[in-house]
């Protein structure tokens, strides 16, 4: 569940900031793509079982059934939060709405996305792993680049600082990218519980 929303919300992430940087002549064409991924990311939720974060931890021992119910929760809040998002920008290209309710529901989204950053870095990570080091980086890394990208979208469409235009762009294309990168690494098992 988590690489394949991993590597939906890269995606999404991605084509979004083709339209940022201006290179997608319309938005219906970036609305029908973002609105896809995004409502198949909300599909790894209902239909996909959780790959990293499963009962099995570090060297085969046992999570407690609590601590995994916790874990799912908080990647669950992250999955329903971007899908959110990413249905409200291509509501946005597809009907032309505007973009600054996107900007403000972005720093919801940052607060939403910091949250389970700040949970995997203190319960999943050292001294004592849980999962993984792979595991405890993929999430970390993930859910810290998603809350970046959420602070800029904020700025940029909120505040509507056209200064930002290509700041957000890049680091939209370059930060999705890294998303897809971790969840096709989760994906591919390259990024596994042992």
Do not use: C
Request: charged fraction near 10%; aromatic fraction near 12%.
């Amino acid at each position: 569940m988590e690489g394949i929303f991993f590597l939906l919300m890269g995606g999404a992430l991605f084509a979004q900031s083709w339209y940022i940087l201006g290179l997608y002549s319309e938005g219906r064409t970036m609305g029908i793509f973002v609105g896809g991924l995004g409502l198949l990311s909300l599909g790894t939720l209902i239909w996909i079982e959780p790959t990293l974060l499963t009962a099995i931890g570090e060297k085969g021992k046992e999570v407690a059934a609590r601590d995994v119910l916790m874990h799912k929760t908080v990647i669950s809040t992250v999955i329903v939060a971007w899908s959110l998002y990413a249905v409200g920008v291509a509501s946005h290209g597809l009907w032309d709405l505007d973009e600054r309710a996107i900007g403000f529901y972005s720093i919801f989204l940052a607060v939403a996305t910091l949250g389970p950053f700040v949970y995997f870095a203190v319960a999943l990570g050292p001294p004592d792993l849980v999962y993984a080091e792979s595991v405890w980086l993929g999430m970390w890394i993930a859910t810290l680049v998603l809350s970046i990208v959420a602070a800029i979208m904020f700025f940029y469409l909120a505040i509507a600082s056209n200064v930002l235009r290509l700041v957000a762009g890049w680091f939209t294309l370059i930060g999705g990218t890294v998303v897809a990168l971790i969840g096709l690494a989760a994906v591919t098992t390259i990024i596994t519980v042992p």
